[in-house]
């Protein structure tokens, strides 16, 4: 760990109670009725704040602070700081520790302006120093304990300003909410709207959207009650051990807690798309693939037979879904996730949960939060504003909890120069208090900064080590942990509670009871000893086939070139129609692109059991049909593949585009993609064959968008198709689509824009051994299609864009608001309806009433072409003027089968949570005022139905 990281790290955990009753909210919030004791709990309870710690000379130094004895940050505070790191951004802040400390405490005089000399500073105890004009915010100045500030100033807030060099205090908040369970808002469950479900027994899947909103409570009240019994007889070395991933032989899956008196332990296990390291598993298509199927019964399907493989194996904990927001298109990870729209995301993060865990797995939503690019992973700050922080990067996890979701993994950046996996404001306010979360909250592999990041929401360290490969390096947690409960640092209670949660996920699933045991070892196939090599595949290569087809997105089709009806003469061309010269599983961790591309790389794959390469199924077809078929796979050979293609009747370019986790670097790409680039040079061989053929048709294997402006227009391009990454039966997907067995449905999850330059947010490069990287995600709301259709910038093809080998047409638009029969929450709903924000609490974002169905959006579509085909009907809402809302928002869609001229009436429900805004002020979701739109369609752009929504 690097020093300057390593001390902003511990700055982060440094002093002082905040309130969230201090923010002006706290009226409104007081005069309404609240289901629970939600909001009175809110209170600090001053006992239970009562860390800090200081850096001196890079040497560790803690000790109790009471709360009392402390001070709130003021609300002027709090301004400031959201002001500061505004600017703060804009400067060459040369390390963690000017950012952190900047950030935290002060603000530029003339905050809205940035003073043109830069920032620099220094820690020395918890106090920093600065060189510029400053202002500093303290409420009162902090006096106590004295030896910890070497500038203390009595005053008012602001306090000091001048110019010149000031020493002055650091401070980043630590609630309260960590230190003692807390129930999810939840009002007596009124059936059939809000019915009590285990995650075992999950509600069955609604295709356009649920209807009912699951309560888990009561299965998380049992499993709590099974944990408290469990941890209240556990010696504090026992608690602790419950908390640490252990490294001790037989080290059999990727993260392991280690057994603990006749309790077993836990297996921990990658990736989102199947069991990683093992064999005789199934790797199933990656998020984005079923993302782009819009069909909530293959996410809920894929989530349930991926479970049944981790159960199949003992692997208690499957490390996804993984729901990063694919803000910057180049990020690498993008595809483990689920698209650049928050509510799709959340649909699709939702029945992933509720299908891996409705076979006794536990799901780990990760990464949390705003882990959005490879470069420099650990040493970059996402410096979000609070309102884009709420409505899109943490939205899938707010559905990932409302699914139950056990565990929660937090990320390896900072927020706001706060490491994730100790970020008070994010764990413990956000996700523990506000979400209502129950679960644990584990590192991610190697990215807990400090011990003392079980004050701010951290409950388990994985995988253990304080260095991420070298175990014998000690642990944050262990010997250390027992330490620092034993003198008081860290309290008794929080202990408890982090082993509580843990025991509690546990039981949540039902793990207690006959669970199998581990037979894999994750570091070795050739373990004779442990690897039991137990087939866990069943017949979910059907499964994956199938979200492989509805997952492909058909973009151009001229003159009906598709579907193949027995072509005499077929060429594939590009290496990508067929099998790696090293095989499937040739380059470790799939950190290789040679043949067809069926995943990323990193830790979110597994190993394939077979790779179909479209050339071996197309060439079963070809012999059915008695097509002639050859290929050309030399993708640098253009002239070569122009003589090649010639007089053939139809030309299948295949072309892909790779990107993975950062520690493996492929063909000069370190995780992220250095461009957006086809790969293999697929821009020079389409138009070489194009220029030759004048029935090219292109298939894109590609982890995310990727530039095609060079030749998608071009007329002897007749047909182009966005397969994705499709898993281990790729070649058989996009042979289903090729000839029409699968007519095509998928929708783009993303934007493909004309030009890179066109996206507007880009990855944050440079930066030498110690730079933390600052990232401001200054575009806010606005980044892929809300970006497009606010700055009225033409996409090559939309998000949710997809054609099919038939035409639909939709009619009779109906939108009505539903009646309301739940007495218990009227005024609520009566005060949302008014423009009050909803009311502070633990659990205040899922209150039940809020993700209600409230209106209801009617329609009908028809199939108006020749063939049976599936739609993907699309509502976007459009929020009044001034609301500061993107002109359009994905806020439901369904998929709809229809046989030629079938008629279907389509309904799709919306909550009042996505007709709100998040109100940074009062802290809360409220109805923005103004008349509130919405249209229906095929896409983000292709509207075919408009009307008001009677609010
Ligand atoms: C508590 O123990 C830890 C670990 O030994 C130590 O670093 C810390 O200074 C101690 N704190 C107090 C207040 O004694
Ligand atoms: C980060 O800082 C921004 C700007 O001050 C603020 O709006 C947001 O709430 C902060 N987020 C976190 C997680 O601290
Ligand atoms: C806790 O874990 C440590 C390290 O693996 C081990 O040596 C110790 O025996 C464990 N203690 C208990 C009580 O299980
Ligand atoms: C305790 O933490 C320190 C870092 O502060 C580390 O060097 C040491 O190895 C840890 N001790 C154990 C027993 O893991
Ligand atoms: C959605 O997926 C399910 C499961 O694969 C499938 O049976 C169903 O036909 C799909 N729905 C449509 C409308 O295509």
Redesign the pocket.
Known sequence: MRLAARLAALSALVLTAVSVGALPSSAVASSLPVASSAVASSAIASSDVASSAAVSSGV?VSSAVSAASSYAISSAAASSYAASSAVVTSYAVSSAIASSAVSSAISASAATSAPSVPLTGEVSGVSYTVSSTYTIYGDPVPTNPPSLATSPTAGEPPYNSGSGTEVGWQTLSISSYAFSSFPVVSPTPLPPVFPSYSPLYPPPVENSGSQIVPDFSDAWDVAFAKAEAFVSGLTLEQKVNITTGEYQEPILCVGNIAPVADWPGLCLQDSPLGVRDTDFNTLFPAGITVAATFNRTMMRLRGLEMGQEFRGKGVNVALGPMMNMGRVAQGGRNWEGFGTDAFLSGEAAYETVLGLQSVGVQACAKHYVDYEQEYKRTQESSNVDDRTQHEIYQKPFLRAVMAGSASVMCSYNMINDTYACENDRTLNQLLKGEIGFRGYVMSDWGAQMS?LSAVAGLDMTMAGG?HLSTPD????W???LTAFVDNGTISMARMDDMATRIMAGYYLLGQDNNYPNVSFNASSLYDTVHDKHIDVQADHYKLVREIGGAGAVLLKNTDGALPLNKPRSIILVGSDAGNGAMGANGYSDRGGDDGILGVGWGSGTANYPYLVSPAAAIQERARLDGSSLTNWYLDWDTEGAASAVEQVDVAIVFVNSDSGEGYITVDGNWGDRDNLTLWHNADNLIQAVAAANNNTIVVAHSVGPSIIDSWAENPNVTGIIWANVAGQEAGNAITDVLYGAVNPSGRLPYTIAKALEDYGVFLILGGDNDTILSIPYTEGLFYDYRRFDQYNITPRYEFGFGLSYTTFEYYNLAVSVLPQYDPTDLALEAAWEAGVPTPQGEGSSTAFWLHRPYVQVQFEVQNTGALAGTEIPQVYVHFPTGSGEPPSLLKGFDAIYLEPGEVQTVTITIPRYELSIWDIIAQGWSKPEGSFTLSVGASSRDFRLTGPIPI
């Open positions: 560790e011990t304080i390096g000690g642990s944050w262990g010997p250390n």
